[in-house]
Nanobody, 125 residues
């Protein structure tokens, strides 16, 4: 059973920066595609970024492109989300997720098999 644990969420001022981390355990991290999603109060959970198992491909939601960067360190079983120039509309609970198969590499949350508990990011104006 794969377990994911996010850390790094906090209150940050708009225009600042922060980095979220997600550590995986209980599975073969290097075989899993990873994604970051977020959910704001009263809204559906939405895709933010994803990275292929090898780290060789990334993809971003239009709303964060150019500001956020997803990366991974396979020996450390960790995926990161670097958030630069966050905006108040980025305020949400951020979740990392992973797929059980290398073949599932897309932005649909239904493709992800395991989820973390989330970490709160609040961006003040």
């Amino acid at each position: 059973q794969v377990q994911l644990a996010e850390t790094g969420g906090r209150l940050v001022q708009a225009g600042g920066s922060l980095r979220l981390s997600c550590v995986a355990s209980g599975g073969t991290f290097s075989n899993s595609n990873m994604g970051w999603f977020r959910q704001a109060p009263g809204k559906d959970r939405e895709f933010v970024a994803r990275i292929r198992w090898s780290g060789g491909s990334t993809y971003y939601a239009d709303s964060v492109k150019g500001r956020f960067t997803i990366s991974r360190d396979n020996p450390k079983n960790t995926v990161y989300l670097q958030m630069n120039s966050p905006k108040p509309e980025d305020t949400a609970v951020y979740y990392c997720a992973c797929t059980a198969s290398r073949l599932n590499y897309n932005s649909d949350l239904r493709s992800y098999d395991y989820w973390g508990q989330g970490t709160q990011v609040t961006v003040s104006s």
